[in-house]
């Protein structure tokens, strides 16, 4: 953890402090009604905020023709991060407030409090990211989560990735060489071709550091053959790495494939993997959509498709907070308070009842009521 130099000191905590309490007072809200405080202080400093972190970029590097490597400064509310975390990125793209989650590639404590994340274009956050991302930008993060972190006590770890996965292993791998841990570790990266991976020479060079260590590098497209992960790999490291901590990160099929493999070991237990797709919602069937929705609070309502909750809502012109819209990171969370809906990603029913529902992950069945 960390702060930022210009608020280390006794004096400027006291005033923050008390900035902070004017800011979230009632007198505060009516002041800046209808639009409210944070509106209003963003028009002075976009990276002001009450209590929601923001981020500057402050540098930009586009190492391959698919991926940008982003250096973020945080405001005064970042809290830190362990080694292998990940944070939500909030963009607006068209109008539209989305995030997606990005694990840090840094290891906790750099020298100016600056994060990293790496992206590979894929969907529109990314995309935008990759294309318009630019020095002076700021975006909006959540505080950092996740369970990807170095056990407490040393043991043989065995790190797997597969394309932007790499970002989580590399901030452990960053970690284990600031913190001098002693214990085994071995590396594998699968990606298409090294021109084509991300951290490549950075990789090199640790290995270089860390003779000791196992760093290999997995070119799943070498001529017209085809290497992806095999079990045997794992047999291949040797004895020391048989019962090792194995964390894995990457594509699905590649999560896939190691966790079957640690199953049939019987070594399910001693795995951590890193998952931000979520399952594919299933397009409605034609036909099958009936009932109303009824946005209670905005007094509206509109027949129902049997498209998404939220695509819904959107398409009606209201415009509920929202982030990954695949069911991970909650933003979309509304009440239900009649009607049932369908869970688009595994077709379970809801109650009839009131209800916290996802609106990106769900549907209507039949008339629904939002307080919305």
């Not at 923001?54 to 490597?69: L, N």
């Amino acid at each position: 953890m960390f702060a930022s130099p210009k608020l280390a000191s006794p004096a400027s905590g006291i005033w923050m402090r008390g900035l902070d309490r004017l800011l979230k007072s009632e007198v505060a809200a009516t002041l800046t009604a209808p639009h409210g405080v944070e509106r209003f202080i963003e028009q002075w400093n976009p990276l002001w905020s009450v209590d929601q972190v923001k981020a500057r970029i402050v540098g930009v590097q586009r190492p391959t023709e698919d991926a940008v490597v982003l250096r973020l400064r945080p405001n005064r509310h970042w809290t830190g991060f362990r080694a292998g975390q990940y944070v939500r990125v909030g963009v607006e793209v068209d109008g539209v407030r989305l995030t997606r989650c990005y694990s840090l590639s840094e290891a906790p404590g750099s020298a100016d409090g600056s994060l990293e994340i790496a992206v590979r274009k894929q969907g529109r956050v990314s995309s935008w990211l990759f294309e318009r991302a630019q020095v002076g930008q700021v975006l909006t993060l959540s505080q950092a989560e996740g369970d990807f972190v170095l056990p407490a006590v040393e043991s043989p770890l065995l790190l797997i990735a597969g394309g932007s996965g790499i970002t989580p292993v590399l901030s452990l791998l960053r970690s284990l060489l600031s913190r001098h841990r002693s214990e085994p570790v071995a590396v594998l990266y699968y990606v298409r071709n090294r021109e084509q991976g991300l951290f490549v020479q950075e990789l090199q060079r640790i290995a270089e550091l860390r003779p000791q260590w196992t760093i290999r590098i997995v070119e799943t497209r070498v001529g017209t053959a085809s290497r992806h992960f095999e079990a045997s790999q794992l047999q291949a490291l040797g004895e020391t790495f048989a019962q090792a901590m194995t964390y894995v990160c990457g594509p699905a099929a590649l999560i896939d494939a190691v966790e079957l493999a640690m199953q049939q070991q019987g070594r399910s237990e001693q795995l951590r993997y890193e998952r931000f797709v979520a399952a594919s919602k299933p397009a409605a069937a034609p036909g099958s959509a009936n009932g109303d929705l009824i946005f209670s609070r905005s007094e509206r309502y509109v027949a129902n498709d049997g498209r998404s909750l939220l695509d819904q809502a959107e398409a009606a012109g209201l415009r509920p907070d929202a982030g990954c819209r695949m069911g991970i990171c909650h933003s979309c969370l509304c009440r239900k308070t009649s009607g049932r809906v369908r869970d688009l990603r595994n077709g379970t029913l809801s109650d009839e009842g009131e209800q916290d529902i996802q609106l990106c992950v769900s549907a209507a069945v039949g008339d629904v009521t939002l307080d919305l």
